[in-house]
């Protein structure tokens, strides 16, 4: 749902996925799923990939579907906070679940629009037991951490693991205790090739590089949509990928909150926080707090 610039290029990604046979698009811009649709089937064809995709421009025409990626809301604008965006987009959430939820029962729901972790509570309130839903949370935020730490340790990205927890914004943080490279606690690897790095630095980076690129071109786009990609891919061929994703669970003190921590991404998803340090686990509940008020804020009255 949404085929602007992040909802056309996660919908070209999934078009050339092997086994995706159908995709639907859907957006409120009269004629603008069309025109996406018609580009995709065009570079479908490059790839000689066979798939029905449909595009309508109201809500009501997706049924009985497998996966439903909501990217539908308004967009953060350079020098906007995605708090802000709160409360305008909980309504177009509420709206959008309350239109879906009968017509797709047991379908997966992923939630991209900001403030995602508490959009994700939003939609969950809706749907319920009639469905799955998952934020995206900090993936991306992960995925940039990794190409961060790739490119100031001169090492490939495929050595580099660990996950960006948290909120997906203000409250995100890098769970240290997770990063290895090739294989290696990145302390140990760093101490250890005698090179310089500061952790201060890098939290710094993941947070403001999304920043810098909508003022540079925008939006950020391609980053988002490979990452969403990945997730769905994930989930609906339970390849049990773990993904730092935004999931509602019970944390002490707190309650049921939608906050990112590593996850494993089936069709039935399992949220992992014992993998973190205590420390880390303390700050992960200070970011349920701030994902909390959030939401509260989003739907009082």
């Known amino acids: 749902m949404g085929t602007g610039r992040v909802g056309a290029a996660f919908a070209y990604t999934m078009a050339i996925v092997p086994g995706v046979a159908r995709m639907t698009l859907v957006d409120i811009v009269p004629g603008l799923s069309k025109g996406v649709m018609e580009d ?3 570079a479908a064809a490059v790839f000689r990939r066979s798939i029905n995709v449909e595009a309508y421009d109201q809500i009501e025409k997706i049924e009985n ?3 439903i990626v909501i990217t539908a809301g308004k967009p953060r604008k350079a020098g906007m906070s995605r708090r802000d965006l709160a409360k305008v987009n909980a309504d177009i959430i509420r709206s959008i679940g309350d239109k879906l939820r009968d017509r797709n029962p047991g379908a997966f729901y992923l939630v ?12 969950d309130d809706i749907i319920g037991n009639k469905g799955t839903v998952m934020g995206t949370g900090t993936s991306l935020d992960t995925f940039r951490f990794r190409a961060a730490v790739s490119e100031l340790l001169n090492v490939p990205i495929a050595a580099v693991d660990g996950y960006v927890v948290g909120e997906h914004g203000e409250e995100a943080f890098v769970a240290w205790s997770t990063v290895t490279i090739k294989g290696q606690q990145i302390d140990e690897y760093i101490k250890e090739k005698g090179l310089n790095i500061s952790h201060e630095q890098i939290e710094e980076y993941v947070k403001e590089v999304a920043a ?4 540079k071109q925008g939006a950020t786009i391609w980053g ?10 994930s989930y609906l061929a339970n390849e049990a990928k773990i993904i730092p994703v935004s999931v509602r669970y019970n944390i002490e003190g707190v309650g049921r909150v939608a906050v990112s921590v590593p996850t494993v991404i ?4 399992r949220p992992m926080p014992e993998i973190l340090s205590p420390e880390e686990r303390a700050r992960l509940k200070r970011a349920a707090e701030a994902i909390k008020k959030v939401y509260e804020e989003a739907t009082s009255a």
Not at 112 to 123: E, H, R, Y
Not at 224 to 233: G, S, Y
Not at 266 to 269: I, L, S
């Open 40 to 42: 995709i089937k065009h």
């Open 65 to 67: 579907a497998d996966a």
């Open 112 to 123: 991209i629009t900001n403030p995602v972790d508490a959009m994700t509570m939003v939609l």
């Open 212 to 215: 810098s690129i909508i003022a």
């Open 224 to 233: 988002p949509a490979a990452t969403f990609q990945e997730i769905v891919v």
């Open 266 to 269: 089936t069709g039935r998803p």
